[in-house]
């Protein structure tokens, strides 16, 4: 017996059953044109706090006052937000890199390939040998001029400051894991972390970060990873936003505070991306995790 699917609507028929359900459509044809650029499921995640709350969770009908151009307005703002988050996680990814591989190859040229010469993680289970499986299909993978100098000059080896470059955030994020505590203690107190915050940071903001390679969505969004905080007061423009750290709000306090100690990148694209919040009165911009007045905290003015 065939698995059941949901039935094929045409897009007269997704407006129809968005009108049926207590959404103001506004100009039809126009709408109609929006979902021939967005799948209907992709806007989905924006009309859906605009569902009514009942006692077993959102129901199918809509709060008075949803309408599509709204909708499409968060879309759109969401859409900006992600472009801007990408383009300010790129310089600290940079950073990170050049911080891990200076900071090994000072205790060995190829201190990634000398596990005996990281921390006690890489001696311990199989994630290093993992971790060194994924290195080589990235380094067999490369098209870049520099791994084929090492190629053709030192059979392919790389030193640890040249191979961070072949590495994903991800990989990196492992590497800087299996280095030695006083290796990751001086990198993460550059942020004024702990290297266990650090490593946590790390985590959050490459899913983040993939969030946004992947046209995810950053709107209303609850992250299944809380980075690790210093105690009260010790960064006290993070902790304005401490209670939104499972939202997009604190994720991106993460990033202007780490843009800030590095003298990176534009610290004034997020806030100014964020300043061009819809004016949405169902949905404040709260629903991205802002608290009130977040744009007089000195991260983001």
């Known amino acids: 017996m065939p698995t059941p699917v949901k039935a094929y609507k045409t897009y007269d028929e997704q407006v129809d059953l968005l009108a049926s359900r207590g ?11 929006e979902l021939q650029h967005i799948n209907y ?23 008075a006052g949803t309408t599509f151009q709204d909708v499409v307005r968060l879309y759109t703002f969401d859409a900006s937000l992600r472009t801007a988050t990408f383009a300010s996680l790129a310089p600290i990814e940079l950073a990170l890199r050049a911080l891990i591989g ?16 990281l921390g006690p993680r890489a001696s311990q289970g199989g994630s290093y040998a993992t971790w060194i499986k994924r290195y080589k299909k990235s380094l067999a993978d490369s098209k870049e001029d520099f791994v084929k100098h090492h190629q053709a000059k030192y059979a392919g080896t790389l030193p640890v400051w040249a191979a961070v470059e072949v590495l994903d955030w991800g990989a990196l994020t492992y590497l800087y894991g299996f280095s030695p505590r006083h ?19 790390m985590k959050s903001l490459n899913v983040v970060r993939n969030i946004c390679a992947h046209h995810g ?12 905080l210093p105690a009260v007061g010790h960064l ?38 964020l300043r061009t919040y819809p004016d949405v009165k169902l949905l404040p911009i ?14 983001w003015k």
């Open 41 to 63: 499921y992709r806007l989905s995640g924006y009309w859906y706090a605009f569902r009514r709350q009942g006692t077993s969770g959102r129901e199918d009908t809509f709060y």
């Open 286 to 299: 709260s629903h991205v995790g802002a608290p009130p007045q977040w744009a007089g905290s000195a991260l």
């Open 102 to 117: 200076h900071a090994l190859g000072t205790l060995h040229e190829c201190a990634h390939l000398e596990p005996k010469v």
């Open 23 to 33: 959404m103001d459509i506004g100009d039809r044809d126009a709408a109609i044109q």
């Open 217 to 228: 969505r950053l709107f209303n969004k609850v992250h299944a990873i809380k980075p690790k």
């Open 183 to 201: 290796i990751q203690n001086d990198i993460a107190d550059k942020f004024g972390l702990t290297a266990p915050q650090l490593e946590s940071w």
């Open 236 to 273: 006290p423009e993070v902790d304005k936003a401490r209670q939104e750290m499972n939202r997009t709000f604190g994720q991106l306090t993460l990033i202007q505070h780490m843009l800030r100690t590095l003298d990176v990148g534009r610290r004034q694209l997020l806030p100014a991306v």
